[in-house]
């Protein structure tokens, strides 16, 4: 029995220390499965973190990329512009600005007839003046003349400066012809302010209070180019010849060719002599600039009192200030005026002759300031002129049927239409654009063709000239 229980125990503590040692087997194997966990995890969290650094680099990359084909870009874009640019100058060198038309050489061949002369309406220094149509605008085309190669430089200076002014008393450049020399402007129906003064062609005299304005008008040109930025235009030759007046006798300076930017203008109190090639027509032409060759501002204001002058007397220039102070000397200031014009206002004219005389002082120094002090009283003396128009023009009606139906306005280009009324070219012409019944009867037209009234186009212009007649009454 003890032995038999002996055995059990044995027995018993052999399997208890079994136990034991399968249970420490398996502890081990725990702790070594935990141990790889954690090496696994650790592991996992790396490749992780390189997972995240991979994203993070292929973001990175991909920003890169986009950022390298936005700078390529605009790299090209820069690229692009800069050759446009370049373009932009090239063309501006070598074909002068783009703000005006440039026509062709045949172009310009067929609306003159090939250069006719019948189609020529005046010649100068620097070549011939055609009338033409371009565009179906009547225009005026100045020629250069083949032979005046030194005058090519001065040509192109013109084309320059035109092209970057418009003022409402410059002449407008409409266009340009590099190829053979020639410079389109806008048509002025009036003449020369020179045709005017001389009764050139049988012109009538100009009113007083026309003569008034126009003297305003030039001042404000010459303003206009003398305070131009950024550096001031001279002139240089300013007459009455090129002055010019529009159908409703607006004077505009023509011929700014001989214009001359000054880079470095000569206070007026300096005299200095300067090499230069001087440029101008004799009576007209500041003595100082005669004498020393510097040219400023102020020497255009020497011609422009002459002109004003002129437009008192209607005589030639030479002696002209020396018989007008000889005449206030004299207190015969009346004999001056022209005797074609009557209602000469005697002492308003006699302000605008005294800032005519003020303006041709020899020396520059002691002319007046063109802004400050001649504009003002040249405004007020045209002012004075417009009140008397205003006056004069209420008393004037024209026929009823030189009124356009659609406009009320008297009419510049009359047309037929096929109703049997006249109306204004551009007028009708909008209207049958966009109705097929007449503007008076509102009954359906036959036809939209339109015929030019030429009789009565000629009357209402015959008509336009006797009113700037009869207003110096």
Known sequence: MYNQAFEGLVHAQSKVHLLSSEWNEDARRVDAAREREESLRKIASEERKKHLEAETEVVMARKLLAEEAYKRQMAELRAMKESLEKQKIADALFSSDSRYRRYTRNEIEV???????????????????????????????????????????????????????????????????????????????????????????GQPPLPW?????????????????????????????????????????????????????????????????????????????????????????????????????QLLAACRPNGLILKFENAFSSGTFSDMLDKSVTGWPLAEAEELAKIALSCCKLRCRERPDLESEVLPSLNRLAKFADSSIRAVKEQIHAPS??????????????????????????????????????????????????????VLRSAIHEWRRTQVTSSSA
């Not at 085309?141 to 083949?146: A, E, G, N, Q």
């Open 401 to 454: 049927h030189y009124y356009c139906p659609i406009l009320q306005e008297v009419m510049d280009n009359p047309d037929i239409a096929a109703d049997g009324f006249t109306y204004e070219h551009e007028a009708i012409k909008a209207w049958l654009d966009r109705h097929n019944v007449s503007p008076v009867t509102k009954q359906r037209l036959q036809h939209k063709m339109l015929t030019p009234n030429h």
């Open 209 to 309: 209070s026309v003569r008034f304005r126009v003297a305003f008008e030039i001042a404000c040109g010459l303003a206009f180019l003398h305070y131009s930025k950024p550096e001031p235009i001279v002139h240089r030759d300013l007459k009455p010849g090129n002055i010019l007046l529009d159908k409703h006798y607006v004077s505009k300076i023509g011929d700014v060719g001989l214009a001359k930017m000054i880079y470095d203008v000569v206070p007026d109190n300096i005299t200095e002599y300067r090499d230069s090639i001087i440029a101008g027509t004799l009576y007209y032409m500041d003595p100082e600039y005669q004498r020393t060759g510097t040219l400023r501002p102020k020497s255009d204001l020497y011609s422009f009192g002459i002109i004003t002058l």
């Open 111 to 201: 609306a003159t007839d090939f250069f006719s002369e019948a189609k020529m309406i005046g010649e100068g220094a620097y070549g011939k003046v055609y009338k033409c149509n371009l565009d179906h605008t009547p225009v005026a085309i100045k020629v250069l003349r083949p032979d005046a190669c030194d005058k090519k430089e001065e040509f192109m200076r013109e084309v320059e400066v035109l092209s970057h002014f418009h003022h409402p008393h410059i002449v407008l450049l409409l266009g340009a012809c590099p190829d053979s020399g020639c410079l389109v402007y806008e048509y002025m129906e009036n003449g020369s302010l020179e045709d005017h003064i001389y009764r050139i062609n």
